[in-house]
């Protein structure tokens, strides 16, 4: 039986890119699978959907909601309701040849609910590059496993990549009132029914993180803000290295604004700021660039508006814990257009 395999791009104003990565990710695909491209645009006013339009062999979805998490779960339902694998692809990302035949034979080769793979960061501005580098490291990103890491295994979360769609289905997708960190609460709400993720460190992708600090501040606190959703819906999901971040930034402010009165407070501030001067010297001459100085800016922008992010959801956001017999499957069993009677 042929194997068929759903492929989702969803994008906003990603007509410089986009068929680069259409390109990519049609090269050495798996000859005893169906494939189906689907870009699910969010309406894009940059000329991405007229380029989509004009490729054969490609289904254009127009995505009202716009963000990614609403784009995965209207390409699913409409054209993967048959479809054996979902592959989740990012307009904005370099994909190496073989990227979908290499997630499916990992599908295989571990049994696996899920696969997710590490995402090796690059840049062309001064500031993308410096950004890369240090989230590439345990100073930017603690050493999360899929922030360059180079070990496979089971883990809790990971990059999305491919999904078995029955798992995904029955998990009921992504939830779309989710933003930012809409992948790491599926990945709890996977886990919580049986399912297993597995993290490929041999399929790996090209990020492109943002080229501005105030994009990047508004990035990494809409991640903040996501998690301190996903920790309340999903209690004791927060790893070690994610809560130190609020707590050092808490700590910090503290430690300034009692700086007049107990001054040996200053002592954690001036460490942090240590560490990010040797992380940005370090990396300037690792890569011998001067841009290299410009990753403990990124770093503490990363930083402060991640726990500034986690801090306002905390306060303003209320959630209630999932349990797994709320889970409700992302369609029913029936067909499109098939009578509910």
Request: proline share 5%; hydrophobic share 45%.
């Amino acid at each position: 039986m042929t194997r068929s395999i759903l492929i989702v791009i969803p994008t906003l104003n990603e007509a410089r890119t986009i068929d680069g990565v259409l390109a990519a990710l049609a090269q050495d695909l798996p000859r005893d699978a169906a494939t189906t491209f689907v870009v699910a645009d969010g309406g894009s006013t940059d000329g991405t959907a007229d380029r989509v339009a004009a490729r054969a062999g490609v289904q254009l979805l127009h995505n009202p909601k716009r963000i990614q998490s609403a784009a995965v779960n209207l390409a699913a339902a409409t054209h993967g309701r048959d479809a054996d694998v979902l592959i989740r692809c990012d307009a904005h990302a370099v994909y190496p040849p073989g990227f979908v035949r290499q997630l499916v034979e990992a599908l295989d080769r571990t049994g696996a609910d899920a696969v997710v793979v590490p995402m090796d960061s690059v840049g062309h501005s001064c500031l993308q590059r410096a950004t890369a580098w240090v989230s590439d490291t345990p100073v930017g990103s603690g050493g999360s496993a899929h922030r360059g890491g180079r070990r496979s295994g089971f883990v809790d979360h990971g990059h999305h990549a491919a999904f078995r769609m029955a798992s995904f289905r029955r998990a009921g997708g992504y939830d779309e009132t989710f933003t930012h960190n809409e992948d790491a609460e599926l990945d709890c709400r996977q886990r919580a029914l049986g399912a297993k993720v597995w993290l490929d460190a041999d399929i790996r992708l090209e990020y492109h993180p943002r080229d501005s600090l105030r994009g990047l501040w508004k990035q990494y606190a809409g991640y903040g803000r996501g998690r301190s959703r996903t920790v309340r819906r999903h209690p004791g999901s927060m790893r070690a290295r994610q809560l130190a971040v609020p707590l050092h930034v808490a700590f910090s402010a503290v430690a300034v604004l009692l700086a007049a009165w107990v001054p040996w407070l200053m002592l954690w501030p001036a460490a942090y700021a240590a560490v990010l001067a040797a992380a940005s010297v370090g990396l300037a001459v690792k890569h011998r660039s001067a841009c290299g100085l410009l990753a403990g800016p990124s770093a503490f922008v990363m930083h402060t508006a991640w726990a500034i992010g986690f801090f306002d959801g905390m306060l303003s956001l209320r959630e209630q814990p999932w349990r797994p017999e709320a889970a409700t499957p992302l369609w029913d069993s029936a067909p499109v257009g098939a009578s509910h009677d």
